[in-house]
């Protein structure tokens, strides 16, 4: 059932005539060429190239008259133009912030009519200015976090960036890369045999062997320039043993959990910089920080030894009764290498990896070699045997040592170790054996060896005899 529209009477529209009312002057469109009459004419019009913004809303009058005389003017410059009349105690059709507006949407916050103005300015959002700026406040502080939030992350990224760069500096191959050593012996022994051996600071002897702390540096400077370093490349800045040793955690050992050795040399590391902070000491002043500790003996105390590129910080443990000094310093020069990006070179077994782990891998004989490779440590004299080297003399960097620690290219590496012996096709994939030959149909034994061999054999038509070739006759 449809309702009946109400009646609208005489006496309505007489009243709504009476009613004030006021007239809106409104360009809907401008022909061809009329804008720039257009834009000199209506009061604050957008300068060019921006457009009118048509719709626009030109005047607002309560005179009749004067709003027809505009409606005539701006006609006369070529915009197409309409009236609107509305009461004005009514609700306005046209927006409150936009007067050019019509608001055909009201804000969902406060019901308040709003325009397409007013929802492009709020991003999208049927939102009057009112309550676009009091909800802009927050979300405009959260952006601001966020973006702050994102400088000090590039901040931070920066921060490491340079650290980075810094630490390849003070590492680089071509040097110097300034390494301090500090020591740490147990009370009492802080003068032993072996540590005032290791400590002693003479200028050494004629033909004596490297088998003293301060000899590791003149031994590495002498490898880096075998490989064309520079002069000087490695300044090894010694400090004085410390009596008492500091309490480190236990050893990561092979049957400890995997997570257990990163948070085991973090601990180490803590416990050793304080230590040495504790003695008014920098261990931040020098790129790689070498750490000597010296203990009674416990097994192969060697082999809790550590050293790390990631820290460049490297911890050598020592026994104070070693007999043999040089097999110390190699210890502490092994470590060293670590801090420098050198990778082991010895088997599971602990026995030097062929060809890498090899000084002279292509020697013919391939025993005794005549040195060791630092990162294999003891020298080969026999498969399976090796001797434990008493100097760094008798020590040299391999290539692929050199490679690990930047000295040369990768590929130069590779090229020592692929002897011109073996050739391209030396490389290739071993071919398939041949197929086996079908064995021939074997002969009669009745048959006559002569009359089968004459019988396989092709003959030539030309050497045919000619009484051959005549049929019998019938």
């Known amino acids: 059932m449809h309702t009946r529209p109400p009646e609208v009477t005489l006496s309505d529209a007489a009243a709504a005539e009476a009613a004030p009312q006021r007239w809106r002057v409104m360009v809907v469109r401008a022909e061809p060429g009329a804008e720039d009459a257009l834009r000199k004419a209506i009061p604050g019009a957008p300068a060019a190239p921006a457009p009118l913004g048509l ?7 309560a005179d009749a008259e004067a709003a027809r005389h505009t409606a005539e003017k701006l006609r006369a410059l070529g915009a197409v133009v309409v009236i609107l009349v509305e009461p004005v105690e009514a609700s306005s059709a046209f927006c ?31 939102v009057c200015p009112p309550c676009w700026a009091r909800h802009r406040g927050p979300k405009r502080r959260v952006r601001q976090r966020q973006l702050f939030v994102l400088f000090l992350f590039v901040v931070f990224l920066y921060e490491v960036w ?27 022994q802080r003068w032993s045999p072996l540590v005032r051996h290791l400590n002693d600071r003479g200028d050494p002897q004629p033909g004596a062997p490297l088998d003293r702390l301060r000899d590791i540096a003149t031994w590495f400077n002498g490898e880096r320039a075998r490989y064309g370093g520079p002069e000087g490349y490695l300044h ?45 000491e920098d261990p931040d002043a020098a790129a790689v920080r070498l750490y000597v500790i010296y203990g009674p003996q416990d097994g192969d105390l060697a082999s809790h030894s ?37 990778l082991d070179l010895y088997d599971d077994n602990s026995l030097a990896k062929h060809p890498e782990g090899f000084v002279e891998p292509w020697a013919d004989p391939l025993y005794p070699q005549r040195w060791a490779e630092l990162m294999a440590v003891d020298r080969p004299v026999g498969p399976g045997v090796e001797l434990e080297p008493r100097s760094l003399d008798e020590l040299r960097v391999g290539h692929q040592t050199a490679a690990d620690m930047g000295w040369i290219s990768v590929g130069e590496a590779r090229r020592f170790y692929s002897p011109a012996s073996v050739g391209p096709l030396d490389r290739l994939p071993p071919r398939p054996p041949p197929a086996e030959p079908i064995p021939a149909e074997p002969i009669p ?27 019998p006759a019938p």
């Open 96 to 126: 409150a912030w936009h007067s050019g507006r019509m608001a055909g949407r009201r804000c969902v916050r406060c019901g308040v009519p709003v325009c397409t103005t007013c929802r492009d300015a709020a991003g999208g959002e049927e």
């Open 162 to 188: 340079r650290g980075i760069e810094a630490d390849r500096a003070a590492t680089s191959p071509h040097g110097p890369v300034r390494v301090a050593l500090y020591q740490f012996a147990p009370e009492g």
């Open 55 to 61: 719709p626009l809303v030109t005047r607002v009058t």
């Open 306 to 342: 550590r050293g790390s590129a990631r820290g460049r910080i490297a911890v050598s443990y020592i026994d104070v009764a070693e007999q043999n000094p040089g097999y110390a310093a190699l210890t502490v020069a092994h470590e060293l290498a670590h801090t420098l990006g050198a």
């Open 236 to 280: 090894l800045e010694m400090r004085s043993p410390l009596a008492g040793l500091p309490t480190l955690p236990p050893p990561y050992m092979d049957s400890d959990p995997i997570w257990m050795g990163p948070w085991r040399a973090l601990q180490t590391s803590r416990a050793l910089r304080a230590a040495v902070v504790a003695r008014g």
């Open 445 to 471: 034994a009745e048959a006559n060896p002569a009359e089968a061999t004459e019988v396989n054999e092709a003959k030539d038509p030309s050497e045919a005899d000619p009484a051959e070739a005549i049929p």
